[in-house]
């Protein structure tokens, strides 16, 4: 049973930045950054291989980075250039399957961490 724990999340104004953090248990395969806002669905965020391919969601494309630290079993998310649209609920996943592409499916993921609060206020 891999655990996840985000930090990292708080309030900051339209323009700023945040650097959101997860620390796994221990070691996993396949990592991702997802939201959820009220009222909307869970949404793909950015996500990382153990080799380190990434992928992104078009609305943070630029923005946003996803990192991980494979000794440390650390995932990061720096975001950049924040705005109202990225207020929501920040929450890491993690896979242990070998898998050699990133996905922002959530079905790929089986771990998932209790989620960081992030609010852009304009």
């Known amino acids: 049973q891999v655990q996840l724990a985000e930090s990292g999340g708080g309030s900051v104004q339209s323009g700023g930045s945040l650097r959101l953090a997860c620390v796994a248990s221990?070691?996993?395969?396949?990592m991702a950054w997802f939201r959820q806002a009220p009222g909307k669905e869970r949404e793909g965020v950015a996500s990382?291989?153990?080799?380190?391919?990434?992928t992104y969601a078009d609305s943070v494309k630029g923005r946003f980075t996803i990192s991980r630290d494979t000794a440390k079993n650390t995932l990061n998310l720096q975001m950049n250039s924040l705005n109202s649209e990225d207020t929501a609920m920040y929450y890491c996943?993690?896979?242990?399957?070998?898998?050699?592409?990133?996905?922002?499916?959530?079905?790929?993921?089986?771990?998932w961490g209790q989620g960081t609060q992030v609010t852009v206020s304009s």
């Open positions: 996943a993690a896979d242990l399957s070998v898998r050699f592409l990133p996905s922002l499916d959530h079905r790929q993921y089986t771990y």
């Open positions: 221990q070691a996993t395969n396949r």
């Open positions: 990382i291989t153990m080799t380190g391919s990434t």
